[in-house]
């Protein structure tokens, strides 16, 4: 039971989101006019459905970006394998067209509600969902209650918590016992993430590994990589990719540090947000450096120092490109990016300290020796420039971290198993009143 503190905090919550539920548009209409939004689905954002519920029993798959939605992807397969239905919803239009690659007709996609009672409660009374799953760190206190208050039950896979998130939390105590105890079940990627969960009221709470492991290796186009092999030959290769602002740069200066030492480098430089493509590019250009891009389907020449891999869903054709890369957000962001796969498609990785987002994943990898962690510019250009020089080494790395993928799998078996007092009704369900979507 919620204390009077908790109780008067979401209702406050409750209030103020009833408050700017008239003016949100402007918000969504700015977010458009950025490309973060579908205009033409903006409805969705208001619970509003744009397509037909399916007979029978449904599932609620909520995956917040692009990272959480590939992780969900096997777990989806599996549940629609038993017959049931999903609804999966996302937060963002890059997540929208991975979901469209990977799962296509096999699920219906909407962007998911606005966290406010209007929204949520328009969503859940048409799709009516028998079961809700969110995927990592989504804790959205009003669509918690409102499925709480519905008695549907809601499970967290792939569940992790930041020390920066828990230590918010855990200064609410009250608030987080409130909405954590709505959670029927917690899967946690890792012991350290199932304390945490534990500590702030979620119960029952499980660990069964990391679901990204579990995914396909991000697809290609074939005929594509064939034609920048081509192009690129016999030159040596390297990435810094997923970066964040400032990381841009530091590759380029790494590149400029070593193009004499390493004749014919190339460094393909992949942003996480390709909207800054134009900013990066005429940095690198203010460095000297001569520059092509992928959305102009420029060649890469003789002459060219940076490619900038600027495309949405293309990681699999920059990751076949190299076997050695920096992930980004690690020097100058905070938290990390994926390294699974990286490591997953035969890749040397080398990070940032900054991983708390992916700590377990890196602790893992570093110790098997797939992955080396740098402080500064100067010693990611040390470590490019040895590994690209001793390729035994660099082979070692990559041989690691294939092998410490395969340790590392078992997650989906593990998430399905907790899963089972839930999915098994619904597949029973399934078999009584089957439906298609078509």
Request: net charge positive; hydrophobic share 45%; aromatic share 6%.
């Amino acid at each position: 039971m919620s204390s009077p503190l908790a109780r008067f905090a979401l209702s406050t919550y409750r209030w103020v989101g009833v408050a700017l539920y008239p003016v949100i548009g402007t918000y969504l209409a700015l977010r458009a006019a950025k490309g973060k939004e579908d205009r033409s689905r903006r409805r969705e954002r208001y619970g509003y459905a744009s397509a037909a519920r399916p007979g029978g029993p449904l599932v609620w798959f909520h995956a917040a970006s692009v990272g959480e939605t590939i992780a969900v992807v096997p777990l989806i397969r599996e549940v629609r394998r038993r017959g049931i239905a999903v609804v999966l919803t996302t937060g963002t239009t890059t997540s929208a067209k991975v979901a469209k690659e990977r799962l296509g007709g096999e699920v219906i996609h909407q962007y998911v509600p606005l966290d406010l009672k209007p929204a949520i409660s328009r969503f859940l009374d048409y799709w009516h969902p028998d079961l809700a799953i969110i995927a990592e760190s989504e804790i959205w206190p009003m669509t918690i209650l409102e499925l709480g208050a519905r008695r549907i039950a809601q499970v967290l896979v792939n569940g992790r918590l930041s020390e920066r998130s828990f230590k918010r939390w855990k200064s609410r105590p009250a608030l987080a016992d409130a909405l954590f105890e709505n959670l029927a079940l917690v899967a946690a990627q890792s012991e350290a993430d199932a304390e945490r969960f534990r500590a702030l009221g979620a119960l029952p709470v499980i660990v069964t590994g990391n679901l990204k492991v579990e995914a396909d290796a991000p697809p290609y186009d074939g005929a594509t990589l064939r034609r920048y092999r081509t192009q690129i030959g016999e030159r040596r290769t390297w990435g810094a990719i997923s970066t964040f602002e400032g990381e841009e740069m530091v590759a380029g200066s790494v590149h400029r540090a070593l193009k004499d030492r390493i004749p014919g480098l190339l460094t393909i430089v992949v942003p996480r947000h390709p909207e800054r493509a134009d900013a990066i590019e005429e940095a690198l250009v203010a460095k000297g450096l001569k520059v092509v891009r992928r959305t102009r389907d420029d060649a890469v020449t003789a002459e060219t120092d940076i490619l900038i891999g600027d495309t949405i869903g293309e990681m699999g054709l920059y990751l076949r490109m190299t076997d050695l890369v920096f992930v980004g957000k690690s020097l100058t962001g905070e938290g990390g990016q994926n390294p699974l796969e990286p490591a997953m498609l035969g890749c040397a990785i080398l990070s940032g300290a900054n991983v708390q987002n992916f700590r377990d994943a890196y602790r893992q990898l570093a110790q098997s020796g797939a992955a080396k962690m740098v402080k500064d510019a100067e010693m990611l250009a040390k470590g490019v420039n040895y590994l690209l020089a001793n390729d035994a080494v660099r082979r070692k790395m990559i041989e690691a971290g294939q092998g410490t993928i395969h340790e590392m799998r078992g997650a989906l078996a593990a998430t399905v198993r907790g899963l089972e007092p839930y999915i098994n009704p619904l597949t029973v369900k399934a078999r009584l009143h089957p439906h298609r979507i078509s």
